[in-house]
């Protein structure tokens, strides 16, 4: 589990799109729960150039939208 801005970029943007041909362009998508959501949209602002949105779970039972 990343405990900063920056590993949780290193983890999530170079080593999630890792090949043995270097590091390909891609969007990283991070599943969280409520609270640790709040920890990963500060680390967003802190890197600047990252877009977070919030999806909310469809109710157990229920076909998401």
């Known amino acids: ?4 801005a920056s590993s949780y970029q290193h983890l ?4 999630g799109r890792y090949t ?6 891609g969007t990283v998508v991070t599943l969280c729960s409520a609270g640790a959501a709040r920890e990963l949209e500060s680390w967003t602002r802190q890197l600047g150039s990252v877009d977070f949105a919030e999806l909310e779970a469809a109710p157990r039972g229920q076909p998401a939208p």
Do not use: D, E, Q, S
């Open 12 to 15: 999530a943007g170079r080593v």
């Open 20 to 25: 043995a041909a270097g590091v390909r362009p």
């Open 1 to 4: 589990r990343p405990t900063t």
